[in-house]
């Protein structure tokens, strides 16, 4: 701490630098004004005055300008001899005149009658203030912005620019971070097993080094967003009882080049200090991402790629069984430099998924422990209902459902209140303000049942339909909720899947003749499943199993980019997708006719209680009959 210290101006010099400066300002300002005092005066003749004195052998002395020309009187000039002996002084009256444009003759006449004559250096006179000034601004600024940061590093506060080599890590102590451990993160039991074998690494080094084992210097972590990569990097410090040194990777990265490459070296500095620690490196890509794509952009990545080398160096600079083992999180790892991936640098990867079912309940589990739960809940049901979420979203989900039971309340938090929770975080929060008018309540509540029954019958279970608006978008909506894990879907349940989003839309046209916008959502979907049929899972009978869209990212789900294909494959493909919708489109309309009665009985008590859920509603699709 101390050195660190002695690299700062200390206080006693910063007060006198400031004093010195000031005074240099109001003597240069002094001096600059004082000439302004006791100007000459001056005093504008004609032209042809100036030449008849001249003639007349008055002028004394003549200074030609660039539009003008001053000149002495010889008897002025005599006069400030004689008043101030030895000095030489110029007389109090000068006289300007402005030539004729190019008059040439000028010089041979000051000649003829003996004048003194000549031009002033840079053509113009009197400007010399102005002049001085502007060279004597710009450094005076900068001195000033100088003191001004470097008064700041005095007063010891906020971000310090000359500190920006300084990494921004944040250290936690071993103690400090005892809050979490392996008990707080649940639900990803293989790579808490791995990195189980990092706590001994750094519990137990000697077991390792006896045998000439090199423990492994890194640690990636891979994973969608809010699986618990974090949580995990803080509970493998937490159990093993060593400082956590945490930064993330685009804090590297600033407008300069080599400021990021000199925080990896700072960073790596504050590492070896605390060793044995973790030195945990959050959203890697920011800083890893690869070197050989950028494209035409490429040179602007200048600092990125100065970051990345210095990481790479640091990484094999230190030796093995240094104590430190550096652990990264990503969920882009497709994009990170192969360099970072190498057998000594990150060759560990553990992969982070999200959880499953069991998962999930241990999840639930950790976050409820602190939580009044009514005695007989049952979390493995709210496990059930929430495929596909991960630790972040069953968190929030807990903490939802504590905030409705709270707000109502109530003692402890019931089932009722994790359903409702459910629902907001699926499909947003009830809008009761967005008032529908009689007819838009009838075709939204048409339309869900339409959903519902042509759903009942090609994909499975609907659990509750409801004509009370939600969210951004949703007037009505149809909640089907799968009752387990999935992790492969058939043709025909990818076809029903489709034939039910738009099931919708067909009850629209069966009972009204005509479409609303209100499906447009529906159509997305259900376009953009029978082109994922097509073009990723090869489902289409006519251009076989083909890839023809590039997979991205395989933890962030962004939409893939399509290869090259030939124009003949893409108009295919348009086909291929167009009769997939067209043949969900046909069966759902057939469905509905078929059970038309059924509709209208559902829609009018719909209408009557805005929601059907539970017994009511299956005793309602139960009847629903096959076409
Ligand atoms: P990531 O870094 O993978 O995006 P985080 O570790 O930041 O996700 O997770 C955010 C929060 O979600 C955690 O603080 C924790 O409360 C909760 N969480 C996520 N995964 C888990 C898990 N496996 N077990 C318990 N809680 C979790
Ligand atoms: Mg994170
Ligand atoms: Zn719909």
Known sequence: MQIEKDGYPNPEKQGNFGGCLFTVVLLFIFLGFFPLFNSPSKTEVPYSQFRSQIREGKVGEVIVGKNKVEYFLKTDLEKAKKSQSGKITRPEQVYVTVPLPEDQTLPKLLEDNNVKFGVRPNGSGGNWIFAALGWFIPPLLFFLIIGWFASRVQSGGGSNPLDATKSKARVYLGDANGAITFADVAGIDEAKAELQEVVDFLKNPDRYTQIGAKIPKGVLLVGPPGTGKTLLAKAVAGEAGV?????????????????????????????????????????????????????????????????????????????????IIIIAATNRPEILDQALLRPGRFDRQVVVD????????????????????????????????????????????????????????????????????????????????????????????????GHAIVGALVSGQVEKISIIPRGVGALGYTLQLPQEDRFLMLEGELRGRITTLLGGRSAEEVVFGQVSTGASDDIQKATDLAEQAVT????????????????????????????????????????????????????????????????????????????????????????????
Do not use: W
Not at 394 to 420: G, K, M, Q, S, Y
């Open 243 to 323: 400082p956590f040194i945490n930064v993330s990777g685009s804090e590297f990265i600033e407008m300069f080049v080599g400021v990021g490459a000199a925080r990896v070296r700072d960073m790596f500095e504050q590492a070896k200090q605390l060793s044995p620690c973790i030195l945990f490196i959050d959203e890697l890509d920011a800083i890893g991402k690869s070197r050989s794509d950028g494209g035409v952009f490429a040179s602007s990545n200048e600092e990125r790629e100065q970051t990345l080398n210095q990481m790479l160096t640091q990484m094999d600079g230190f030796e093995a069984n240094t104590g």
């Open 536 to 627: 990723v899972y090869g489902m289409s009978q006519k251009l076989g199993p083909i890839a023809m869209e590039k997979p991205q990212s395989s933890f962030l789900g962004s939409p893939n980019a399509r290869r090259s294909v030939s124009s003949i494959v893409a108009a295919a493909i348009d086909r291929e997708v167009k009769e997939i919708i067209e043949n969900a489109h046909h069966q759902a309309i057939l469905i509905l006719k078929t059970n038309r009665d059924l509709l209208e009985e559902m829609t009018q008590h719909l209408l009557e209680q805005e929601v059907l859920e539970g017994e009511e509603l299956h005793s309602y699709l139960n009847r629903v009959k096959a076409p």
């Open 354 to 449: 999200r959880p499953d079912k069991l998962g999930r309940l241990a999840i639930l589990q950790v976050h409820t422990r602190q939580i009044q739960l009514q005695e007989n809940i049952d979390l493995s049901l709210i496990a059930a209902r929430t495929p596909g979420f991960a630790g972040a979203d069953l968190a929030n989900l807990v903490n939802e459902a504590a905030l409705l039971a709270a707000r109502n309340h109530r003692e402890a938090v019931t089932i009722a209140d994790f359903n409702e929770a459910l629902e907001r975080v699926i499909a947003g929060l009830e809008k009761k303000s967005r008032v529908l008018n009689e007819t838009e309540r009838k075709i939204v509540a048409y339309h869900e049942c």
